[in-house]
């Protein structure tokens, strides 16, 4: 079975403290992407990584940065937390398929709380 | 932009019996459709993956149908039991126009299955 491996459960961070989260997969996907999900919005995508040291900005990108330096890892940065980020952050890889069988595998997810 | 809609945005059925969840999508341009299960304060478990070649697709009690010429998804549970109580995401998976792969979420359907 493939695992995703969120490095924290729940975190409890001060504003203006840099953040980093971290994400490992054991499948050697080359795809892997990072999703904040808030009440009442839904999951929305914030960077991912299709190859090792490339990235690509998701739909909120602002205020995060990702580092991908292994394959098998994928960091999510807050380089200055603020209480606006207070969000449960999901990460989730894949592999590249061919006829639309790319089947996305999710972590259990990091509850962040910025104070 | 795609947008994907999951009506009702909650659920209550007593155990046993069948139900029916509905997804809706603005662009029928899709390459595949997913949909996961969530349970509270979790990660996304897929459940099923149809390809935009594909009419439906069956796990177990689980049958998720596709049209894509209406923008619509169905996921069908049969016989719902407790352990069925989650909240049912639906996703639409596209390719951007720089190729990567890309999911966007419903904003779920929350099921109640009543013993």
């Known amino acids: ?115 | 932009k795609q947008e994907v809609t999951q009506i009702p945005a909650a659920l209550s059925v007593p155990e046993g019996e069948n139900l029916v969840l509905n997804c809706s999508f603005t662009d029928s341009a899709i390459y595949n459709l997913q949909w996961f299960r969530q349970d509270p304060g979790k990660g996304l478990t897929s459940l099923l993956l149809i390809q935009s070649s594909q009419r439906e697709q069956t796990s177990g009690r689980l049958n998720a149908s596709l049209d894509k010429s209406s923008g619509r998804s169905t996921l069908y549970i049969a016989a719902s039991q407790p352990g069925d109580s989650a909240t049912y995401l639906c996703a639409v998976g596209e390719y951007s126009g720089a190729g990567s792969y890309q999911l966007t979420f419903g904003k779920g359907t929350k099921l109640s299955v009543i013993p």
């Open chain 1, 1 to 115: 079975d493939v695992k995703v491996t969120q490095s924290s459960r729940y975190l409890v961070k001060r504003t203006g403290e840099k953040v980093f989260l971290e994400c490992v997969q054991d499948m050697d996907h080359e795809n892997m992407f990072w999703y904040r999900q808030d009440p009442g919005l839904g999951l929305r995508l914030i960077y991912f990584s299709y190859d090792v040291k490339m990235k690509e900005k998701g739909d909120i990108p602002e205020g995060y940065s990702v580092s991908r330096e292994k394959k098998e890892r994928f960091s999510l940065i807050l380089e200055s937390a603020s209480t606006n980020q207070t969000s449960m952050y999901l990460c989730a890889s894949s592999f590249p398929g061919q006829g639309g069988n790319e089947k996305l595998f999710f972590g259990s997810g990091t509850q962040l709380s910025v104070l």
